[in-house]
């Protein structure tokens, strides 16, 4: 078993009014096999925990720790980060012009492993991650996310969580922008992974809708930047039904 910790975590960026603290003191630890739910308003710092676990220049850590398995992940270069088992499924995919997606997956599989997969093994299981996926097989000659719906471009996100089999995926708002039918193949994606890899999942998302088909066992309410509230996957149901209305009252 794996776990990846968070202590006391304070992130700010810079703008051009000054520093501003984004994150204020937030502490959270997930193991392998665990799905978390990270849920709250806009501007909560959901996002900006996401991009700092997966070491985006423009957070600064001004305090805390994130560490894996003990070790200091603060310290480790973005593909550092890749290699000792973290992955980023983005909330909005960048296109990569003139890189096609069989190139990509395959050198990023060496990049993260250290060895090239076998070509008859590693091809045999793209196949097969995109047929589950319901992913085009001519995509696999195309450049990377150029021309993709948004909901293409979500399903390659997971296409390369299933093949990168990663310790602990981070799911930055996977849900947005997905029709009811893109949802339920992207979620089957995620559970896959976590059965088949003992994946622990951080899932941020403004919405229930995705928890009916990835379902957390715990749920983490964010409000300006601290962690309001924790609970069970109750909690996510009366997020439902009451909104956020009371944690912003409170704040006020």
């Known amino acids: 078993m794996s776990t990846l910790e968070i202590k006391d975590l304070h992130v700010s960026i810079d703008t051009e009014q ?3 603290e984004i994150l204020k003191g937030v502490t959270l630890t997930i193991k392998t096999g665990e799905t978390h739910a990270i849920m709250g308003p806009n501007g909560s710092g959901k996002s900006t925990l996401a991009a700092t676990i997966a070491g985006h220049p423009r957070y600064n850590v001004t305090s805390g720790t994130i560490t894996l398995d003990g070790e200091d992940v603060l310290e480790m270069s973005v593909d550092e980060r890749a290699k000792a088992g973290l992955f980023l499924a983005m909330q909005y995919p960048v296109e990569v012009p003139g890189v096609t997606m069989t190139n990509f997956l395959r050198t990023a599989k060496t990049a993260i492993d ?3 997969p076998k070509l008859r093994t590693w091809t045999k299981d793209v196949k097969e991650a995109m047929s589950k996926l319901k992913i085009d097989a001519d995509f696999a ?5 150029e021309g993709f719906s948004g909901g293409e471009k979500k399903r390659v996100e ?3 969580l299933e093949l990168f089999k990663p310790k602990f995926a981070v799911l930055d708002e996977t849900d947005s922008g997905l029709d009811v039918d893109a949802l339920k193949v992207v979620s089957e994606g995620v559970n896959r ?3 088949e890899n003992e994946m622990g999942t951080l899932l941020i998302t403004h919405y229930t809708r995705i928890l009916r088909y990835i379902k957390p066992e715990f749920v983490h309410v964010f409000v300006d930047g601290r962690v309001a509230e924790q609970g069970g996957p109750e909690l ?3 997020l439902e039904e009451e909104g956020y209305d009371r944690y912003l009252n409170v704040k006020a």
Not at 141 to 145: A, D, Y
């Open 18 to 20: 000054g520093e501003k």
């Open 158 to 160: 997971i296409l390369q």
């Open 114 to 116: 250290g060895e090239a």
């Open 236 to 238: 996510a149901d009366r």
């Open 141 to 145: 000659g195309r450049n990377v996310n």
């Open 193 to 195: 992974a976590q059965e």
